[in-house]
Nanobody, 116 residues
Framework: QVQLVESGGGLVQPGGSLKLSCAAS????????MNWYRQAPGKQRELVAA???????NYADSVKGRFTISRDNGKNTCYLQMNSLKPEDTAVYYC??????????WGKGTLATVSS
């Protein structure tokens, strides 16, 4: 059974930091890419950062220089370090995993709220 367990969301003031984690298990075909998406209220879900195996990480323009995606392949875990947070970063953040058969899996999401 595939499980993606996210953690690390919460309430932070503008300029603060949060670190999200996503632990994946049960993906029998192996993990090709681990990614983070977010969905703000009233908006469509958007890709925030992607970390493909053997490829370059990439970021949405809105988070470049502030967010960092990383992976621990031994633990099938992905992280999203979010610094210099802005109110417009408020969203539910979803972990997304793509296996080597291009099948996608989604976490349930973790809410990050940036507010004073």
């Amino acid at each position: 059974q595939v499980q993606l367990v996210e953690s690390g969301g919460g309430l932070v003031q503008p300029g603060g930091s949060l670190k999200l984690s996503c632990a994946a298990s049960g993906i029998s075909n192996g993990i090709y890419s681990m990614n983070w998406y977010r969905q703000a209220p009233g908006k469509q879900r958007e890709l925030v950062a992607a970390s493909p195996s053997g490829g370059r990480v990439n970021y949405a323009d809105s988070v470049k220089g502030r967010f960092t995606i990383s992976r621990d392949n031994g633990k099938n875990t992905c992280y999203l370090q979010m610094n210099s947070l802005k109110p417009e970063d408020t969203a539910v953040y979803y972990c997304n995993v793509v296996d080597w058969n291009a099948k996608q899996y989604w976490g349930k999401g973790t809410l990050a709220t940036v507010s004073s």
